[in-house]
């Protein structure tokens, strides 16, 4: 009946465009880079030497790299409803087994110390990630508190690996991961061969689709006969994998593991990232594509900060204020507000005082925004921690 | 209607009517992108009436109605609250002038009191901080003027869902409301809550308050309202006294054709009636689950139509779900095609080609955030597995094929089925079982909330299932229903089932059993967790407990 749509015509690239939740953050994206040559053209300048790259974008990309994997990880989580608090301890947890067993073996310089190193790393990583969603999918306590669980002990377990002490390495074939370059930053091809198996994984299988639907409804999706218990555990599990990997950039970028530093605060940028990216901290619907972009946002707004010479009081503050404007302008009422102020101006009367509900009877339930509104308060807690970490990697 | 109140505004069209209307729109027309939600139509409502707002899901009720309390600026169009003009900025605006609305769904916060729900946002206070006492006592107040004897100081949750839309209309009227509007305020209670909630209209009306009520129910309609405006794609249809037109020139008016779907229905079911085969596809053998139904047997036999007959939190919401795995049984068998089975799980239920359409269209049914095609194809895929996705064209075939043959509306895949009717969203969801090719499809109330034309549409479409051979559980509150389209109907009563009884049960026969049965029977066998106090402890709340821990684990 009434549902024809008005204008039938095929919408144009700059509409299409226009429409895109990306639109907002690549912008974002691209203004930071731009402030930063602005300032100082030698930002943007890329050099190849010795077959490797050089240059302030190719750092970004290089540091960027853990807290893009995390953040994967992290939008499937979010996207079945959950967040995962304790990527950030379970990255340490990896770079510690990884360094003390590396330098427990015989010889600590061999490629086979570094195997098993990581293979050890990474079946640790993944029992953390059957903890976690063992609390999450079976027990149902709530995401935030289950992970909130290993958020505080991970950073005991890995002191206890590594008793306490910082264990560097000398092992070139480790260094590899986090500092090494096949002409790019090994830690970035890493990540986004992840990013791209993930993509190409659930987006052309069904994985996609029951994730969402677990995220958008778990009982009605339980009801379809999905199981949706299996597909909780099996993000978490996911999710400490991919931050294990992170946890072993991390230490191999610096030859070191930090059971203290390593990784802190990581899960906040990683959510940050995601949210910025437009997966909404109320499940369903999700962009690997938007939490590229994030990663890359908080990684570059980093960097800025400190080849600006902000004053470190003024950092903190200046971080989340970018933050807040790009959730805002990706919040759907603002963006309506936006569209109509563009559509119409100001003098034409027109209707949709509440967009989502512009249908007749029974429409769904307003409640959406959750995520995109929630996400500016949670940024300051963020920024306020980001700080001493970046030191620690860009020193 | 009988009672004096309705002469005097009954003749709003006589010379120097009795009484102005409160509330008058006129031409009022509104448009959103591309779509003409209403076209000049007028409404009015007087002091003192009960004014049913009828039409088709889209014809325009809720537009209306949100054009009224400002939620909508309509596009042209005047609308005089006490004959000044008016035009609200929102719902807030449109309450502090008297204007209440309560929503089909219960719009209240359940952790707190009912004390607190009713005065919430206009608490008395006392030294800048909230008075308890005195937000109790003026909540006490408030429910005894409308003859209710709920403790104001206990939990919202905790009441059955009819008493939390009680509350919702004492919020309402908290304000000295004039104008009240009830948009389906009925379609989750059962015959006694809806009995009280018109007894409280009744009392409210007779105090001069305007009731504007929306509801499916044509018999309540025809039982509450004294007059009624007709809207049909977005126009205005007519205004009628209710004693005036007759429930056929009503549905006539509501769907602007004549209605032969009904009839056709019953032709097909007493067709199909003739081709039951003895063999069962299920049977369920002393099945039960402590505290939600008492073991019962059961047996559906392909190409039948088991109608479940009872009032709300009688069982038969839980019996459908032990047969589907959505509950686990804790006592007795399931046999499919006399193979024992254990269904611990909807999705053994759907294996074995079991299908559930559950009565809680938006809380278990419909992925609200996913387009009309995902919705479509999601049971399917899930049976199948994440790793084999279902090609492309397989799922445009399937979803054109399946929107084309059950009218679903937009017929666009992409549209999120969040944005479409009650009666559209049913219909994806008959789809997204009907591609599974279920053997055993369990229907819980798939016509309620939803338009005549849509009802009549799903009616038939069950009885054409059975006569090619599906069995069909079919749960609804409106026995005529249950009556015209059923085998057998299973007669349920306090988590029990009470009778069996043939096809040619008519409503007076089953609703004789359910009212025959109902509290008579001392020994409850549902356990500890039974309905002791009928009147106040509604069974249904027990169910409500079930399915919150059920997605508490999930």
């Known amino acids: 009946m009434s549902t024809v749509p008005g204008t039938t015509t095929a919408p144009g690239v700059l509409e299409r465009v226009r429409g895109s939740r990306l639109l907002w953050p690549v912008v974002a994206l691209v203004a930071l880079v731009v402030a930063n040559a602005a300032r100082n053209p030698g930002f943007v300048s890329i050099r190849l030497q010795d077959g490797h790259l050089y240059g302030s974008l190719v750092d970004i990309l290089k540091n960027g790299a853990p807290t893009l994997l995390i953040a994967l990880g992290m939008t499937l989580v979010i996207a079945t409803r959950g967040i995962d608090l304790s990527v950030g301890a379970v990255a340490a947890i990896a770079g510690a087994v990884a360094c003390t067993t590396i330098a427990g073996t015989t010889d600590p310089t061999s490629a086979g110390a570094v195997t098993r190193g990581i293979v050890l790393a990474l079946v640790l990583c993944l029992v953390l990630g059957l903890w976690n969603g063992f609390l999450v999918a079976l027990l149902g306590i709530q995401p935030i508190i289950a992970t909130l669980v290993l958020m505080t002990a991970g950073r ?11 264990i560097t390495v000398r092992n070139d074939a480790f260094r590899e991961i986090g500092a090494g370059f096949l002409i790019l930053p090994v830690s970035i091809l890493i990540a986004l061969a992840a990013l791209g198996a993930v993509a190409l994984v659930t987006r052309r299988s069904a994985l996609g689709l029951l994730i969402e639907s677990v995220g958008i409804n778990p009982e009605a999706s339980r009801l379809a006969g999905l199981r949706s218990r299996t597909i909780i555990w099996t993000v978490y599990v996911f999710a400490a994998l991919c ?83 790009v959730c805002l302008l990706q919040a759907p009422k603002v963006r309506e507000r936006f569209r109509r102020h563009r559509r119409t101006g100001p003098a034409e009367p027109t209707a949709g005082v509440a967009s989502w509900s512009a249908d007749t009877d029974g429409p769904s339930a307003p409640g959406h925004p959750v995520g995109q509104d929630a996400s500016p308060a949670t940024a300051p807690a963020t920024n306020a921690s980001t700080a001493p970490k970046q030191k620690v990697a860009q020193s | 209607m009988t009672d004096t109140s309705s002469t005097t505004v009954a003749e709003p069209d006589g010379p120097g009517g009795a009484a102005d209307p409160v509330v008058a729109m006129r031409a009022i027309t509104m448009e959103f992108p591309g779509v003409r939600a209403l076209q000049d139509v007028d409404f009015r409502l007087f002091p003192g009436e009960v004014h049913a707002l009828m039409g088709e899901n889209g014809a325009g009720k809720s537009t209306l109605i949100k054009v009224l309390t400002g939620v909508y600026t309509s596009t042209s169009g005047t609308t005089e609250l006490r004959g000044e003009r008016i035009a609200f900025s929102g719902p807030g605006e449109a309450q502090a002038s008297g204007v209440s609305t309560v929503y089909q769904e219960v719009n209240l916060c359940p952790n707190l009191s009912v004390a607190e729900n009713i005065l919430l946002g206009r608490e008395p206070r006392r030294f800048g901080s909230i008075d308890m006492g005195a937000t109790r006592a003026r909540a006490a107040e408030l429910l005894g003027r409308m003859g209710l004897t709920i403790d104001p100081g206990s939990i919202l949750a905790e009441h059955p869902i009819a008493i939390q839309q009680l509350v919702a209309i004492a919020r309402a009227v908290a304000v000295d409301a004039q104008v009240l509007i009830l948009d389906e305020p009925t379609s989750s209670l059962d015959q006694d809550e809806v009995a009280e909630l018109f007894r409280i209209m009744r009392h409210l009306r007779d105090e001069g308050v305007a009731i504007l009520f929306v509801s499916h129910f044509l018999e309540q309609v025809y039982e509450i309202a004294d007059r009624m405006t007709v809207l049909r794609n977005g126009r205005l249809v007519g205004e009628y006294l209710t004693t005036d037109l007759t429930r056929l020139q009503l549905v006539s008016a509501m769907i602007g054709r004549e209605l032969g779907a009904l009839a056709e229905v019953e032709r097909l079911a007493d067709a199909a009636a003739d081709d039951v085969d003895g063999t069962p596809v299920l049977e369920a053998t002393g099945l039960g689950r402590r505290g939600s139904i008492a073991p019962f047997d059961l047996r559906i036999a392909a190409g039948e139509v088991v109608g479940l007959a009872g009032l709300l939190g009688s069982g038969r919401t839980e019996l459908a779900r032990l047969l589907f795995g959505a509950d686990r049984a804790d006592s007795g068998e399931v046999r499919v095609d006399g193979r024992a089975l254990s269904l611990r799980t909807p999705r053994s239920a759907i294996a074995a080609g079991i299908a559930f359409c559950s009565e809680d269209r938006k809380g278990e049914g419909i992925l609200a955030d996913l387009s009309i095609r995902d919705n479509l194809v999601l049971a399917m895929q899930a049976a199948r597995g994440w790793a084999r996705p279902i090609p492309r064209r397989t799922k445009d075939e399937l979803v054109e094929t399946w929107v084309t043959a059950l009218d679903i509306r937009p017929s666009n895949p992409d549209a999120l089925v969040g944005t479409l009717s009650g009666g559209n969203q049913q219909k994806v969801l008959l789809a997204r079982w009907l591609v599974t090719q279920p053997r055993l499809l369990i229907l819980d109330e798939p016509t309620r909330g939803i338009d005549i034309g849509a009802k009549a549409q799903i009616q038939k479409l069950v009885a054409q299932l059975a006569a090619e051979g599906m069995a069909v559980v079919y749960i609804s509150a409106e026995l005529e229903e249950v009556a015209r389209l059923s085998h057998r109907v299973v007669v349920l009563k306090d988590r029990t089932k009470v009778a069996e009884l043939d096809g040619s049960a008519s409503v007076d026969d089953i609703m004789r059993l359910i009212a025959s049965a109902e509290g008579a029977d001392p020994t409850d066998p549902s356990g500890p967790d039974g309905p002791s106090d009928p009147t106040r402890r509604s069974p249904s709340s027990t169910h409500d407990d079930v399915v919150l821990t059920e997605q508490v684990a999930s």
Do not use: C, H, R
Request: glycine share 12%; no cysteine; net charge negative.
């Open chain 1, 156 to 166: 005991g377990i890995a002191m206890l690996i590594t008793d306490g002490q910082i």
């Open chain 1, 243 to 325: 931050a294990g990997l992170a946890g072993l950039m991390i230490s191999s970028n610096v030859s070191a593991a930090d059971a203290n530093n390593a990784g802190l605060w990581i899960e906040m940028d990683a959510i940050l990232a995601v949210v910025i990216g437009g997966t909404s901290l109320a499940g369903g619907k999700y962009s690997l594509s938007g939490t590229l972009v994030g990663a890359l946002i908080i990684q570059t707004l980093t960097t800025t900060v400190y080849s600006m010479g902000i004053a470190p009081e003024v950092t903190l503050v200046f971080k989340s204020l970018v933050v807040i404007a």
